[in-house]
């Protein structure tokens, strides 16, 4: 079983930065991509960033710019640093991990967080 646990959500004021990290835990040979997913109350989760284990990236078009998104392959944690953040960056931010193989040739699968909520005030 593999665990994908987030931390750094916080409440932050508009223009400022936050870091969130996701570290998987379990047994992982290999992972196709890590993602940051978001929902806002009464809206649909929408992908926020996601990196290959390539180390291709692709952004949402609203945070192209302002959010980066970065991993330690050998810590299998995946990072999102968020700057100048916005009200409407308000959210509760989730991990999710896809492709995940737990040996050479197995069937893939695909894990979330629990989420992190991030909180930005204007």
């Known amino acids: 079983q593999v665990q994908l646990v987030e931390s750094g959500g916080d409440l932050v004021q508009a223009g400022g930065s936050l870091r969130l990290s996701c570290t998987a835990s379990?047994?992982?040979?290999?992972?196709?991509?890590m993602d940051w997913y978001r929902q806002a109350p009464g809206k649909q989760r929408e992908s926020v960033a996601a990196?290959?284990?390539?180390?291709?990236?692709n952004y949402l078009d609203t945070v192209k710019g302002r959010f980066t998104i970065s991993r330690d392959t050998a810590k299998i944690t995946v990072y999102l640093q968020m700057n100048s953040l916005k009200p409407e960056d308000t959210a509760v931010y989730y991990c999710?991990?896809?492709?995940?193989?737990?040996?050479?040739?197995?069937?893939?699968?695909?894990?979330w967080g629990q989420g992190t909520q991030v909180t930005v005030s204007s």
């Open positions: 999710a991990a896809s492709g995940v193989r737990e040996r050479p040739g197995g069937p893939t699968y695909r894990y």
């Open positions: 379990g047994r992982i040979f290999s992972f196709d991509t």
């Open positions: 990196i290959t284990s390539g180390g291709a990236t």
